[in-house]
């Protein structure tokens, strides 16, 4: 019993032996040091990498124009940031010309504005600027070339038509030699017609017209009145107007000839009861273009409001 009791005693003491408290306080201080000092590395790794962050901000901030310029430093407050907005936030102004381009932004803009010219708007404006000042006394001028071209062939055209016809119906003779001012007799009308006798009492050979051709013939209707003689009725009106509506922009063609448009005229003469004027003194009073523009310019009014009743195209 007692020695089991000794042999009790001495693995306690053993035990207790090898359970050294400053063992255990080594063991962990010893790991307690390798942590604080991976702790001391990371923390000096922390303020090296940032001491050299402050070292490349301060160095921007002393570079002209640099980054460091649009951000603050680590010491300026938040109202100074919001006071000073960075210049790649400012809104973009509207700019006042190629000249107002170039100059804006930092030098390396300007400089970068400078070596490239004129934006492309500007350059857009600039060539608009320059084609409307061209155009603007080019193209009405080539319009009106044009529209003399077509006109003068239409008529040249329309006089060689009117030397072929075999019944020399009219015939044409050019005032002034005026290709575009033309005086045409009418040679014939309907021979059971009393204007047909009228002519034969009076030695009357032919009814002398006159048509003048606007700018933009064919597509607008020649003016056209009476000379001689002096004729009553038959849609004829004062100053030798004539009162047909195939001679108004409305009631015009491109596609109708000179032809057409006298034996047109005729035809209404004859419909309308026209007759040579043998009253004394009147008949010698002669027509004036005067006159029969300004009667052809009421009577246009006149029948656009209450309409037409010259005979239609159709009867010619």
């Not at 009418?186 to 009357?204: A, C, I």
């Not at 064919?218 to 003016?223: G, L």
């Not at 419909?271 to 004036?288: D, E, L, P, T, V």
Request: net charge positive.
């Amino acid at each position: 019993m007692a020695t089991l009791l000794r042999k009790i005693g001495l693995i306690r003491l053993h035990n207790r032996d090898t359970e050294d408290p400053k063992h255990h306080h080594n063991h962990r201080g010893g790991g307690g040091g390798q942590q604080s000092a991976s702790l001391r590395g990371k923390g000096g790794a922390k303020s090296g990498g940032h001491k050299q962050q402050q070292q490349q901000q301060q160095q921007q901030q002393q570079q002209p124009g640099g980054a460091g310029d649009a951000s603050p430093g680590p010491g300026k407050g938040k109202g100074k940031r919001a006071a000073e907005p960075a210049p790649r936030d400012k809104p973009p102004q509207p700019a006042a010309g190629a000249a107002g381009a170039a100059g804006a932004g930092g030098p390396r803009e300007r400089a970068a504005g400078a070596r490239a010219g004129p934006g492309p708007a500007a350059a857009a404006a600039a060539a608009a600027a320059a084609a409307t000042t061209a155009g603007g006394s080019l193209v009405p001028a080539a319009r009106q070339q044009h529209c003399t071209q077509v006109r003068s062939r239409r008529l040249m055209k329309e006089l060689q038509d009117i030397a072929r016809l075999s019944d020399r119906f009219i015939s044409v003779e050019l005032v002034d030699e005026s290709l575009f001012d033309w005086n045409v007799k009418l040679h014939q009308v309907d021979k059971d017609s009393v204007l047909w006798q009228d002519m034969k009492e009076t030695n009357t050979e032919f009814i002398l017209l006159n048509l003048t051709f606007p700018d933009n013939f064919p597509f607008s209707p020649p003016f056209m009145r009476v000379l001689s003689p002096r004729l009553e009725n038959g849609y004829v009106l004062d100053g030798g107007a004539i009162c047909m509506e195939l001679l108004t922009p409305r009631g015009w063609s491109s596609a109708y000839t000179v032809e057409a448009v006298m034996r047109q005229f005729a035809a209404s003469l004859v419909k309308g009861q026209g007759r040579i004027c043998r009253k004394a003194g009147k008949s010698k009073k002669s027509f004036s273009r005067k006159e029969a523009e300004a009667t052809f310019k009421s009577l246009v009014k006149t029948h656009e409001k209450y309409g037409w009743v010259t005979p239609p195209v159709s009867d010619g």
